[in-house]
């Protein structure tokens, strides 16, 4: 079976350009979310998606960040203007079990941004 | 307020040693899951166990086992006879049940294990 893949791996940046980063879940799993983490730290929820609907973006930087899910299966998150903050890595995760964290997350290797 | 708590910033073992990771979590749910995630150098977060909080059994899988103890808040993890391999960052992460009846997952800091030959 396939994992969650995302891409590009390392994406470097001037301050004010804009980035975008893929990921395209398991196949079958209706939930997607975006993590960012930041080198030190536990990973931060960004976005959830069931199928295509968000489920909590209360974390999302929305003047910045956005994210969608066209057809409930792979996801785009684009960040624009970037800032120097946003330097981290950008996880992808996905699961079976809709609408709730009781199944485990499957995760991608994570889009690594280094904003200068 | 819902927090996880790792105190262990870094641990280095040699090889063969046990090593027990600190996990203590607030929630003030009473139906809540545990995790614990593994992040080698890779960078992809893997899934190790779940554990719900009506659930106090310990568990063990092959080299590692997990301590839940409701009494304390603690949700430790033990490796058994460490090896290169395990060196990984470590996360515990909490599961409380949020209001629309939602779970999101809370993040400790992360244990940064080295297991040294």
């Known amino acids: 079976e396939a994992g969650v893949a995302q891409s590009p791996r390392y994406k470097i940046i001037e301050k004010r350009q804009s980035v975008a980063f893929w990921c395209n879940p398991i196949?079958?799993?209706?939930?997607l979310y975006w993590y960012q983490q930041i080198l030190g730290q536990g990973p931060k929820l960004l976005i959830q998606?069931?199928?295509?609907?968000?489920?909590?973006d209360s974390q999302l930087p929305k003047d910045r960040f956005s994210a969608e899910r066209l057809k409930g299966v792979d996801s785009t998150l684009k960040i624009q203007p970037a800032k120097l903050e946003d330097s981290a890595v950008y996880l992808c995760?996905?699961?079976?079990?809709?609408?709730?964290?009781?199944?485990?997350?499957?995760f991608g290797e994570g889009s690594r941004l280094t904003v200068l | 307020a819902q927090k996880v708590t790792q105190a262990q910033t870094e641990i280095s073992v040699v090889e063969k040693e046990d090593v027990t990771l600190d996990c203590v979590y607030e929630?003030?749910?009473?139906?809540?899951?545990l995790f614990w995630y593994k992040q080698p150098p890779s960078g992809e977060l893997v899934f190790l166990i779940r554990?719900?909080?009506?659930d106090e059994q310990n568990e063990i899988s092959g080299r590692y086992s997990w301590n839940f103890q409701k009494s304390t808040s603690s949700f430790n993890f033990t490796i058994t006879a460490s090896q290169v391999v395990d060196s990984a960052v470590y996360f515990c992460?909490?599961?409380?049940?949020?209001?629309?009846?939602?779970?999101?997952?809370?993040w400790g800091l992360g244990t940064s294990l080295a297991v040294n030959p």
């Open positions: 995760a996905s699961s079976f079990r809709s609408g709730t964290t009781t199944g485990e997350l499957f």
């Open positions: 196949s079958g799993h209706a939930t």
């Open positions: 998606f069931q199928n295509n609907g968000v489920v909590d």
């Open positions: 929630t003030r749910d009473t139906t809540y899951y």
């Open positions: 554990r719900n909080s009506f």
């Open positions: 992460a909490l599961s409380p049940l949020n209001a629309g009846n939602n779970r999101k997952l809370i």
